[in-house]
C-alpha cells in the first residue's frame, strides 16, 4: 500500500525566505504526486504536480518541486515566501492504474507559518 | 466554470442523530471522491464513485456511513447514526477521469458530533 510522510508538522519562516518542504512517499512504481494548499477557511487547492518526463515540476504562486526516484521524495521549495503562503500543505501520491484516476494518499500535512 | 460545492458548510449534531452531506462536483466531472480529515490526522479517502457506480468503496468506515450519487450527479454522504469519533473534516472531489487526472476539491463540511 502506499503512503506518504511529511516530517515537519509545523515551519516557521521569515517573509522573503526560501522555503522547502518535505514528502517522501512509498510505492512500488512510480506514482503520481501532488502537492495541495490549503488556505484558513478554503477548500484544497492544487499547486502542482508530477506525472512523468522533466522531474522538476513548476506550479502556481511561485512553487516548485522535484521528484527524486532514488530519495523516495518530492519536496515542495519556494525561493522567497510571502505572507500570503502561510497556509496547511499536503502531498499527495496517487496510484498509477487503467483508470488513471484512482484515490489520494495523504501525508498529514505541514502548517507554514510566516514572520514579518 | 463553477467548483466543487459542498453543503453545508459546517454541521453540529448530537451523538445518535443523522446527518447527511451534500456534494455537487465540477460539471461534466464523471469522478466523485469523498475524503475525510479527522482533527491532526492525514486526509483520508473514503470512496470513488465513477458516474453513478461506486467504483472504490475500500474507505468508508463502517456500515453507518452511506454514500449515494443519484443520476452520476451530485452525491450524498449519510452517517446514521453519527458517532463522537466521526467528527472531522468532510471533503469532496472531483475529476474528469482524463489525464491530468487532476482532483478538484470543494470547501469541506466540518461536522462536530457532540
Known amino acids: 500500500a502506499q503512503s506518504v510522510t511529511q516530517p515537519d508538522i509545523h515551519i516557521t519562516v521569515s517573509e522573503g525566505a526560501s522555503l522547502e518542504l518535505r514528502c517522501n512517499y512509498s510505492?512500488?512504481?512510480?506514482?503520481?504526486l501532488f502537492w495541495y494548499v490549503q488556505s484558513p477557511g478554503q477548500g484544497l487547492q492544487l499547486l502542482l504536480k508530477?506525472?512523468?518526463?522533466?522531474?522538476l515540476v513548476q506550479g502556481i504562486k511561485g512553487f516548485e518541486a522535484e521528484f527524486k526516484r532514488s530519495q523516495s521524495s518530492f519536496n515542495l521549495r519556494k525561493p522567497s515566501v510571502h505572507w500570503s503562503d502561510a497556509a496547511e500543505y499536503f502531498c499527495?501520491?496517487?496510484?498509477?492504474?487503467?483508470?488513471?484516476?484512482?484515490?489520494?494518499?495523504f501525508g498529514t500535512g505541514t502548517r507554514l507559518t510566516i514572520i514579518p | 466554470e463553477a467548483g466543487v460545492t459542498q453543503f453545508p458548510s459546517h454541521s453540529v449534531i448530537e451523538k445518535g442523530q443523522t446527518v447527511t452531506l451534500r456534494c455537487d462536483p465540477i460539471s461534466g466531472h464523471d469522478n466523485l471522491y469523498w475524503y475525510r480529515r479527522v482533527m491532526g490526522k492525514e486526509i483520508k479517502f473514503l470512496l470513488h464513485?465513477?458516474?453513478?457506480?461506486?467504483?472504490?468503496e475500500s474507505g468508508m468506515p463502517n456500515n453507518r456511513f452511506l454514500a449515494e450519487r443519484t443520476g452520476g450527479t451530485y452525491s450524498t454522504l449519510k452517517v446514521q447514526p453519527a458517532e463522537l469519533e466521526d467528527s472531522g473534516v468532510y471533503f469532496c472531489?472531483?475529476?474528469?477521469?482524463?489525464?491530468?487526472?487532476?482532483?478538484?476539491f470543494g470547501p469541506g463540511t466540518r461536522l462536530t458530533v457532540t
Open positions: 499527495a501520491v496517487g496510484a498509477r492504474s487503467n483508470f488513471g484516476n484512482e484515490k489520494l494518499t
Open positions: 510505492y512500488g512504481a512510480t506514482p503520481y
Open positions: 508530477y506525472f512523468s518526463g522533466d522531474t
Open positions: 472531489a472531483s475529476s474528469r477521469g482524463l489525464p491530468p487526472y487532476e482532483q478538484y
Open positions: 464513485f465513477v458516474k453513478e457506480s461506486k467504483q472504490d
